[in-house]
């Protein structure tokens, strides 16, 4: 009796425990994930794969466990280089005489490219595969993710003032569609608009960004309520809470992404509710600058999608989304009174399917389903600090850390084997931090 040819694939990872996140609560023992052109046409016991499928490349993982890769949906990835240089500030002092400043006298396409490449080794070498960022220079920032075969959501800044990339709001928004234009064909570059923040853009600036926003069809991502003073100064100002003028202006809709939304009432809840639009969570930047809580437990009690975001590394200061799950769970109990709330299930969700949701990929990302693309890590569980393995979702959100993910797929593609970046130079990029940091201390004496 012949036995059938096995199918040629590109890809057969077998691993120890797989977490596809769909199905919901599913923890997958001794399976293996084919894949082939990129996406994921197979997920069943590796007995099973080994028989049915010939891998080009096949990984044996059997201390590992596999989850989507990580979406880190809100950072400053340059501001990398200034990471450990304004500690212990809360945000508007930190903003106007620390960053705002530095960024005046160092800030360039370098500065940008430099601090970009860094912020990417080190979201690679933590099992991020997807992150938006927020900063100049966006047209550097997608080369950068592009070269190293990372995804990104690049969201083009929108102010009311000059700054070192533009001059006004049409100016900015000029400048950041031309990327767009540039960028269209990008299986791994997204760009969308990044208005800063409702209190650094005026009514007109923001109206033109809803509309062209809604015409195009993309996404929109803005800081907003961030802390309290920023609430009060906008009711001082505008007679009206930050979300009340965005929905007034037409900001607010099913692709809206709103960063930090730390002071919250009822009315700005529903709101958000009505509207479909995302919350992305910053629970380690918030802590740090003191800018307040966000209710998670509450917004996902009305079925809003929480994403979660590490901030930049000048206010976190690490982009580890491990350690992100981790505080977000912790934050959520204490904020909640209920040692249930943001279960470690809903930390990792959050970290994968609710990133995707949020930056509306979810329909090829964000879990390991067949049909999605294979953007995927894998974390070794076989270091003492890990033992012993009870359930794994537990020990990835309370245990783990970012050093402990091992390799990683963009698209079925390899960008990470055994810690090191596929497509990134680690003593480069180190020389160059070193580089920028002796040139700003030099400059402060």
């Not at 607010?252 to 995302?278: C, N, R, W, Y």
């Not at 109990?333 to 995707?356: I, R």
């Amino acid at each position: 009796m012949s036995h059938p040819t096995p199918q040629l694939i590109d890809t057969l990872i077998s691993a120890r425990w797989i977490i596809p996140i769909r199905p919901a609560k599913t923890v997958l023992e001794n399976h293996s994930i084919a894949i082939d052109g990129g996406n994921i046409i197979a997920i069943l016991p590796t007995d099973q794969a080994m028989a049915q499928f010939d891998a080009k490349h096949g990984i044996d993982l059997p201390t590992h466990t596999l989850t989507p890769g990580l979406i880190n949906a809100h950072g400053h990835a340059a501001m990398s280089l200034f990471r450990g240089m304004a500690d212990n500030q809360p945000l508007q002092s930190w903003l106007e005489q620390f960053i705002w400043p530095a960024e005046q006298q160092w800030v360039d396409e370098e500065f940008v490219r430099d601090g970009t490449q860094l912020a990417i080794a080190e979201m690679l070498r933590s099992g991020t595969t997807t992150f938006s960022d927020m900063y100049f220079f966006p047209n550097v920032v997608a080369k950068a993710a592009s070269d190293a075969g990372i995804r990104a959501q690049i969201t083009f800044p929108v102010f009311n003032f000059p700054t070192i990339w533009g001059q006004n709001p049409d100016d900015y928004i000029r400048k950041g569609l031309a990327v767009r234009d540039d960028f269209k064909h990008s299986e791994l570059v997204d760009v969308v608009f990044g208005p800063h923040a409702s209190y650094t853009v005026s009514d007109e600036g923001l109206q033109k960004v809803a509309m062209l926003a809604a015409e195009l069809d993309i996404s929109i991502h803005i800081h907003v309520h961030e802390t309290q003073q920023e609430v009060d100064n906008e009711l001082k100002l505008h007679g009206q809470r930050p979300l009340a003028r965005l929905h007034h202006l037409g900001l607010l809709g099913p692709k809206t992404q709103l960063v930090h939304m730390t002071t919250l009432s009822d009315e700005d809840i529903a709101m958000v509710k009505a509207s479909g639009a995302s919350v992305i969570h910053c629970p380690q930047s918030n802590l740090k600058l003191a800018s307040g809580f966000c209710p998670v437990q509450v917004l996902m009690d009305q079925g809003i999608t929480i994403a979660l975001g590490t901030d930049g590394a000048a206010s976190n200061n690490s982009l580890d989304m491990f350690t992100e799950m981790r505080t977000a769970a912790l934050l959520a109990k204490a904020v909640a009174d209920d040692a249930a709330a943001l279960n470690d299930w809903q930390a990792l969700e959050a970290a994968t399917l609710g990133g995707a949701k949020a930056l509306s990929i979810d329909s090829k990302l964000g879990s390991l389903e067949v049909g999605k693309q294979a953007d995927i890590i894998a974390i070794d569980f076989s270091a003492i600090e890990l033992q012993p393995v009870y359930a794994p979702v537990s020990q990835l959100v309370y245990t783990a850390c970012g050093h402990h993910v091992s390799h990683s797929w963009v698209h079925g593609r390899q960008i990470l084997a055994d810690r090191q970046p596929v497509n990134l130079d680690l003593a480069e990029i180190a020389a160059k931090a070193q580089s920028w940091r002796d040139k700003m201390i030099n400059t402060q004496h």
